[in-house]
């Protein structure tokens, strides 16, 4: 949670100067009241049990009276929301920079992974022309904005970076977009931040930001096809139990497959965590996640019992390690 003061992006920069200013202000009225309090309870103390206090005047009892409303009540909340007001708006604006055209990213929540579609290299936007599929693991550069362009597969969900900006949510039917911008390089956690069902918890996102030349060389190995063709038993074994949910851009013919049941696998040995960021990206998990991902992660569309046995299980493990 404190991730969000820690930020390591435009928004989040300006949302965590907010959240200061509103902490600092908000002691005021507490410390005033908790001061009030302690007054009250050492006259009391001092009065000892049951004695009635001494009664004030009526008139100067209840011109007192008003005057604690007006100061309290009226005069002191406009002095301490006014300014919070003002940089509440202001906030919004720090968050929008329309001097640089932003770049697009496509988000696509699932049940309980992301679906990430970017631009083809060259292109800003995705209505530009190409596009190709990732998931799970957003890539961004640093210093530049970037809108996500957000959508729902299934249910409600929502992206949060904390580092990086507030949160957004995915709704089905409905394009959203949410600007983020990184200040400097680094790996960030997002999470789904909208209860979306029994594994919504364990529903994150891996955030790279890179300096911009970086970037550029990773969406250039992205964007290709897969490093090491599967040799004919492989297009055997991974075409009849794994591609029907899984593409591989540049084995099989486009339309053979719908291939996006799942997330994209062309490059999947390169990402850091598989299974939206919950299991390290090890041979062992692989083989963990494949036998039974229903045991990792409850209620995934993944099904349990669809890995082919022994052998077979291991070569396929073997394949998915060469998708650099
Ligand atoms: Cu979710």
């Not at 005057?67 to 406009?78: E, K, M, Q, S, Y």
């Not at 919004?92 to 770049?103: F, G, K, N, Y």
Request: hydrophobic share 45%; aromatic share 6%.
């Amino acid at each position: 949670m404190l991730d969000m003061l820690d930020g390591s992006g435009r928004g989040a920069d300006a949302i965590a100067d907010l959240w200061w200013v509103m902490f600092w202000l908000s002691l005021i009225p507490t410390v005033i009241v908790l001061g009030m309090l302690v007054v009250i309870l050492l006259r009391r103390r001092r009065q000892g049990d049951g004695e009635d206090p001494p009664a004030a005047a009526p008139l100067e009892h209840e011109r007192g009276e008003r005057r604690i409303i007006l100061l309290g009540g009226v005069a002191l909340p406009l002095v301490l929301l006014l300014p919070v007001v003002a940089m509440v708006i202001a906030t919004a604006h720090a968050r929008e920079r329309t001097d640089v055209e932003a770049m697009e990213i496509g988000v696509t929540g699932h049940r309980f992974w992301w679906d990430l579609r970017y631009p083809a290299p060259g292109n800003e936007r995705l209505d530009q022309g190409e596009t190709f599929r990732t998931a799970n693991e957003l890539h961004i550069p640093v210093g530049r904005p970037v809108d996500l362009v957000v959508e729902s597969e299934d249910v409600i969900h929502s992206i949060w970076i904390p580092r990086l900006d507030g949160k957004i949510d995915l709704t089905p039917g409905r394009t959203k977009r949410l600007r983020i911008e990184a200040t400097e390089p680094g790996v960030h956690t997002g999470r789904c931040a909208e209860f979306c069902g029994a594994s919504h918890a364990l529903m994150r996102l891996r955030v790279v930001a890179h300096p911009q030349e970086e970037f550029e060389a990773w969406l250039e190995r992205e964007a290709g096809p897969v490093a090491t063709e599967p040799d004919e038993g492989m297009r055997m074994a991974f075409g009849d139990s794994c591609a029907p949910c899984h593409d591989l851009r540049g084995v099989w013919e486009a339309g053979t497959f719908r291939g996006n049941l799942g997330p994209d696998l062309t490059h999947l040995a390169s990402r850091r965590t598989i299974a939206a960021g919950i299991l390290p990206n090890t041979r062992e998990a692989l083989g963990r996640w494949i036998i039974d991902p229903q045991r990792v992660k409850p209620d995934n569309n993944m099904p349990a019992n669809i890995a082919p046995d022994g052998g077979e299980l291991a070569d396929i493990v073997d394949f998915l390690e060469e998708l650099e």
